[in-house]
């Protein structure tokens, strides 16, 4: 498939979650609900967010992890580990079941990027000024 019909079948696949926006990047793209990025896109194939949890359903499922291996840089040519994985076949012709793995997605991608924001710094309250020596 091309990029862009790719792409609108993601769109079409997750439409129970409501509108999702595709990003490029690098050699593949982000799908996006709410600002959050909950699916990675590569060679045609949709991974999911996931946690610890839901690494063991998709395992249950056959499915498995997107693996990234850097050519250069200091990481050149280790296996990373990017936290998506595949979204199972049966999901792929199913917007109900997709819509379903999307959604436990989408709330994992939630909790870690509210869990990354930083905190906001409180400001101490100033007092009243102090008097001036004469």
Known sequence: ?????????????????????IKRMFGGAGGYADGV??????????????????????????SGPFEWKPQNGPRAGETIDLGYWRLPESALDDPDEAAVWGRKALAIARAKAKAKKPKVKKVAKKGAPKKAKR
């Not at 498939?1 to 926006?21: C, I, R, T, W």
């Open 37 to 62: 990025m909950f699916l990675l896109l590569d060679n045609d194939t949709i991974h999911i967010k996931v946690d610890d949890a839901l690494k063991v359903e998709l395992r249950e499922e056959g």
């Open 1 to 21: 498939m091309a990029d862009n019909s790719f792409h609108e079948y993601v769109k079409e696949l997750f439409a129970g979650l409501g509108p999702v926006q």
